[in-house]
């Protein structure tokens, strides 16, 4: 991603989304934004993108051994849930009392 401007994304952390593409498509479930990663435009989401990754014994982790964790995917891999359509939706922006809120287009609804 370019440093001159830095990309608005409409997830946030802690937001419902589903998978919409890739091997954890799931267009009924919802899950949980972990993490946003802005500069290379990505998310970690709560069981998705599950990778295996093999620990030395240290100090925190004195067995070692295989830790499963989420990596992250692609921001456009993914779509916020609308939970009073029940569906996945597309977001718009608005400016509301001064702040800039996230409406949801389905429903019509702010996303808090």
Do not use: Q
Request: charged content about 35%; hydrophobic content about 35%; overall charge positive.
């Amino acid at each position: 991603m370019s440093n001159r401007f830095k990309p608005k994304f409409n997830i946030k952390k802690g937001d419902s989304v589903v998978v919409i593409a890739g091997d954890d498509k799931d267009l009924k479930k919802p899950r949980t934004v972990l993490t946003v990663i802005v500069d290379k435009g990505r998310v970690v989401v709560e069981g998705v993108n599950i990778i295996t990754k093999h620990t030395k014994p240290s100090a925190g982790n004195t067995k070692g051994g295989i830790v499963k964790k989420e990596a992250p995917i692609n921001i456009s891999n993914v779509m916020l849930w609308d939970a009073k359509a029940g569906a996945p939706t597309k977001v718009s922006r608005k400016r509301e009392d001064g702040k800039l809120v996230r409406i949801a287009k389905k429903s019509g609804e702010v996303i808090k």
